[in-house]
């Protein structure tokens, strides 16, 4: 990786610590690091930076950079998400991120029908009518698809008007587009998924929050299931 960008070094760094390659308590250098990976120190400094706001090590003078124990890494950030779909992680991170959904984002629909604007309830509705589209063609595992339902998924979380939900707009971003890149999207989408977000859609739409909330968590159930047979 001789001359390698900040990209390639955060990368190849990261994903060495994610997928175990590198185990916690192991101490680097920046010269050790510099080395193996044949960049400068400017941009492994820059690396390192990274993976210290992400919580996966921790530099010390006269120490080195130690490898921090996994539950200190922030399970939120979408780099570290992806570090863990490619490696022998990706099983845990999948149902992981499945079982969050569960218990969020029915509530966000719940709230996203008191709460949405009329301008956000007519989008969530074109959203939906596009994924059935998209997924009644076969083309659930188009970049199209991921685009609509990454953006259906994002506005219902903003929609709840909870900033603590809409966050989590990141992590479910990073596992729909782990999924398609990795190729566990189905290009026809499992029984109910299309069903389900439109029902979703219409009842929020409609400021029905018991059926928002319902139709919701029917999907993520859905969806948990799907995760766990990957």
Known sequence: MAGGTHRDVLGELGRRIATGMIRPGSVLTLAG?????????????????VLESIGMVESRRRVGITVRPREHWDAFDPQLIQWNLDGPFRQQQL?????????????????????????QRAELRRLAERLVELGERGEGASDPYLEADVAFHALLLAASGNPLLAVLERPVHAVL?????????????????????????????????????????AHMHTVWDEMSSD
């Not at 587009?177 to 566990?184: C, I, K, Q, W």
């Open 33 to 49: 690091i510099e080395q193996d990976l044949g960049a400068s120190r400017t941009v492994v400094r820059e690396a390192v930076r």
């Open 95 to 119: 149902e992981a991120l499945a079982e969050l959904r569960v218990a969020t984002e029915p509530m966000a629909a719940r709230l996203a029908a008191r709460r949405a604007t009329p301008t």
């Open 177 to 217: 587009e782990g999924r398609t890149r990795l190729g566990l999207t189905p290009a026809v989408p499992a029984e109910g998924t299309l069903e389900e977000h439109m029902r979703v859609a219409l009842a929020v739409a409609e400021g029905d929050a018991d059926a928002a909330e319902r139709h919701s968590r």
